[in-house]
Antibody, heavy 119, light 112 residues
Framework: QVQLQESGPGLVKPSQTLSLTCTVS??????????WSWIRQPPGKGLEWIGY???????YYNPSLKSRVTISVDTSKNQFSLKLSSVTAADTAVYYC???????????WGQGTLVTVSS | QSALTQPASVSGSPGQSITISCTGT?????????VSWYQQHPGKAPKLMIY???KRPSGVSNRFSGSKSGNTASLTISGLQAEDEADYYC????????????FGGGTKLTVL
């Protein structure tokens, strides 16, 4: 049973870069069967797809966030990461990592981590 | 890209059936049989309930079913139970030039 766990700072200052890591256990990121995704949810609001990465490093991003997002993978650590630059209060959200098959089937999710953007 | 359109709320009594709609466009829902549905209880991560439009993952009750017609996908829950009360989100592939994903705004299901 694959498990995902997000980690990173819970508080980020405006204009800085948000950085999160997702550690995968119980399965290999390099298996090639899945994409690995970041999704976020502002408090009291709906889900928003941020992007995903394949173990080879191929990435696809939400067009509305593309200019600020970088997703990377470290197969040696079985981790993938998110960087979101120039953050504002609108980026305050619970950030989830997920395992994805067939482009949009998010079969496993992390528990989520709240990131607050505030000075 | 615009979010898929879902009703903000639906309700039903125990034992009844309800349907949640998810309306997209010919660029997403209408072009691909790649719609998934997620259930989210307060404070919890979403859970996959339906994938590829109508398939149920192992362990999901057969009271949950999915379908699609044109640009609209639907999730039907039959025999409503108290534990079905949650938020439900649809999600569609929106390929066009590069792969990407779009979610619906979410529907709050209340079991009366």
């Amino acid at each position: 049973q694959v498990q995902l766990q997000e980690s990173g700072p819970g508080l980020v200052k405006p204009s800085q870069t948000l950085s999160l890591t997702c550690t995968v256990s119980g399965g290999s990121i390099s298996s090639g069967d899945y994409y690995w995704s970041w999704i976020r949810q502002p408090p009291g609001k709906g889900l928003e797809w941020i992007g995903y990465i394949y173990y080879s490093g191929s990435t696809y991003y939400n067009p509305s966030l593309k200019s600020r997002v970088t997703i990377s993978v470290d197969t040696s650590k079985n981790q993938f990461s998110l960087k979101l630059s120039s953050v504002t209060a609108a980026d305050t959200a619970v950030y989830y990592c997920a395992r994805v098959s067939h482009w949009i089937t998010m079969t496993s999710w992390g528990q989520g981590t709240l990131v607050t953007v505030s000075s | 890209q615009s979010a898929l359109t879902q009703p903000a709320s639906v309700s039903g009594s125990p034992g009844q059936s309800i349907t949640i709609s998810c309306t997209g466009t010919s660029s997403d829902v209408g072009s691909y049989n790649l719609v998934s549905w997620y259930q989210q209880h307060p404070g919890k991560a979403p859970k996959l309930m339906i994938y590829e439009g109508s398939k149920r993952p192992s362990g999901v009750s057969n009271r949950f079913s999915g379908s699609k017609s044109g640009n609209t996908a639907s999730l039907t829950i039959s025999g409503l139970q108290a534990e079905d009360e949650a938020d439900y989100y649809c999600c569609s592939y929106a390929g066009s030039s590069t792969p990407h994903v779009v979610f619906g705004g979410g529907t709050k299901l209340t079991v009366l």
